[in-house]
């Protein structure tokens, strides 16, 4: 019943931007806690960035001053705005919501960040 689609990932060079997207369907989007985890290959997933239905935003140290999490609730939609990115961004971008039967994921979106 919930799904969430990410899409904007690609190759990006060090410094470069991104934005990614997840459009959600079979929640309450307006009062959805949205968030976005990262994995890169053979370490765990991690929480980048969290935005609450009141607008409030949460952000890894890591990305802090960097990336930036917003909502378009008329679109049923979390971005992820990535600025000045690293190497060490590489990884797939999940977005996530809760439910009443636990974490609801996306399908992951590449980003690789490359010379």
């Known amino acids: 019943q919930v799904q969430l689609v990410e899409s904007g990932g690609g190759l990006v060079q060090p410094g470069g931007s991104l934005r990614l997207s997840c459009a959600a369907s079979?929640?309450?989007?307006?009062?959805?806690?949205m968030d976005w985890y990262r994995q890169a290959p053979g370490k765990d997933r991690e929480l980048v960035a969290r935005?609450?239905?009141?607008?409030?935003?949460d952000y890894d140290g890591s990305v802090k001053g960097r990336f930036t999490i917003s909502r378009d609730n008329a679109k049923n939609t979390v971005y992820l705005q990535m600025n000045s990115l690293k190497r060490e961004d590489t990884a797939v971008y999940y977005c996530?919501?809760?439910?009443?039967?636990?974490?609801?994921w996306g399908q992951g979106t590449q980003v690789t960040v490359s010379s």
């Open positions: 079979g929640i309450i989007f307006s009062i959805a806690t």
């Open positions: 996530r919501t809760g439910t009443v039967r636990g974490p609801a």
């Open positions: 935005i609450f239905s009141g607008g409030s935003t």
